[in-house]
């Protein structure tokens, strides 16, 4: 099972007892917090599943989209005709994601801001999408899992296709380190290290939410991923010592002294004060 997989369905990757870049960031929370994840897994929200749609579209294609979504016909359930028509999609959509007509229109928009960068369309062609990484921390022995969105191996290159409000410099910078992207980062390149394959860039190929559906790529500097590399580190160490004492434990049971958040300077000698 250790090592690279293109072709591993995704239920089958989520299925892995496996530490993952998402799962490490609900593990720094609380390992309590991670079993009851793993052991619970969250709904699909309608954001997830217009992420899938995005990614299916814009990394793998026309095709592979209409094989694995179908977009629900705008029909009156009510009249004679709009049962006929809600009918005949359901027997033609069977297996496949529903996505509503207004969520394929965001999709088709957001492509097509993706394919209208300069950079985006060279850098998709000819990369394997949705590469499933398999392997164990060469640290901790810590069993890992990772899949990257898109993967140019030959080209020692990795690339994330993410959505934002804002894919401005500064406003993504703060998304990188807000949901944990930076520890994604060196996570992957963990995971190729370990599987003999050397990353040397980790793209970012980011998108807006709404119009015009702007698109931008960022570099993850090592400065960020310096960052990152520590953490994926300390949540290997936590997931390997509570997967071999089988104690996932939560906060602290003592009592536990505050730290002043770095943040909290900016209001020293002010008169401001940070909203509740």
């Avoid at 016909?73 to 207004?102: H, L, M, N, V, W």
């Avoid at 993410?162 to 390149?189: I, M, N, W």
Wanted: net charge negative; glycine share 8%; aromatic share 8%.
């Amino acid at each position: 099972m250790i090592g690279f997989h293109p072709d591993l369905a995704f239920p089958d990757y989520l299925a892995l007892d496996r530490l993952s870049p998402s799962g490490a960031k609900v593990l720094t929370r609380s390992p309590a917090h991670y079993r009851h994840h793993r052991d619970h897994p969250p709904t699909e929200t309608p954001a997830l599943r217009i992420g899938k749609a995005l990614h299916s579209l814009a990394l793998e294609g026309r095709a592979a989209f209409d094989r694995a979504f179908a977009v629900e016909p705008k029909a009156d359930g009510r009249t004679r005709e709009g049962k006929a028509i809600k009918a005949a999609f359901a027997e033609s959509a069977e297996g496949k994601t529903i996505i509503t007509a207004s969520e394929a229109e965001l999709v088709e928009g957001m492509a097509a801001g993706i394919l209208a960068h300069p950079l985006a369309p060279a850098l998709i062609e000819g990369g394997t999408p949705e590469l499933s990484l398999i392997w164990d921390d060469l640290e901790t022995g810590a069993p890992c899992k990772g899949r990257a969105d898109l993967a140019r191996l030959a080209d020692g290159c990795l690339l994330d296709l993410k959505t934002a409000l804002s894919a401005a410099p500064g406003d993504f910078a703060r998304s990188v380190l807000a949901y944990g992207y930076h520890c994604q980062g060196a996570a992957y390149e963990s995971g190729c290290k370990a599987l003999g394959a050397e990353i040397r860039d980790f793209l970012f190929l980011t998108v807006e939410k709404s119009p015009p559906f702007l698109a931008a790529v960022y570099r993850l500097p090592d400065s960020f991923l310096e960052l990152g590399r520590r953490q994926w580190a300390a949540a290997c160490r936590t997931f390997a010592e509570c997967r071999e004492r089988d104690a996932w434990p939560g906060y602290a049971p003592g009592i536990t002294e505050l730290e002043l958040p770095r943040w909290a300077w900016t209001y020293e000698n002010t008169d401001e004060t940070p909203e509740n």
